[in-house]
Nanobody, 126 residues
Framework: QVHLVETGGGLVQAGDSLRLSCTAS???????MGWFRQAQGKEREFVAS????????FYADSTEGRFTIYKDRDKNAVYLHMIGLKLEDTAMYYC????????????????????WGQGTQVTVSS
């Protein structure tokens, strides 16, 4: 059974950088991997996603230019490098994967992902 494990969260100050990691417990075939976040009292929202086999990436408007998603297929991992963190980036960050083919146009939709990690908390203070 595949488990996704996120690490790298923590308490940082506004303007700082942070890198989140997501590692799969076993290799598995997947089409897409993404990062989502959920702030307290709010709905889960899309952050970034990438096709597993090629370099296509997608970002939310609020994260584009500050966040970078990239993968290391040899390490079975995907990362989210965040710079210029803002107070509003405070949230629980979740890694997700889809083990079925999905059109890339849908990569921002949380419904396409059928594997999720437990999340890692990112807290940005002023």
């Amino acid at each position: 059974q595949v488990h996704l494990v996120e690490t790298g969260g923590g308490l940082v100050q506004a303007g700082d950088s942070l890198r989140l990691s997501c590692t799969a417990s076993v290799p598995f075939t997947r089409s897409a991997m993404g990062w989502f976040r959920q702030a307290q009292g709010k709905e889960r929202e899309f952050v970034a996603s990438t096709r597993w086999t090629v370099g296509t990436t997608f970002y939310a408007d609020s994260t584009e230019g500050r966040f970078t998603i990239y993968k290391d297929r040899d390490k079975n991992a995907v990362y989210l490098h965040m710079i210029g963190l803002k107070l509003e980036d405070t949230a629980m960050y979740y890694c997700a994967a889809s083990d079925r083919y999905v059109a890339p146009s849908r990569y921002r939709d949380s419904a396409i992902y059928n594997k999720w990690g437990q999340g890692t908390q990112v807290t940005v203070s002023s």
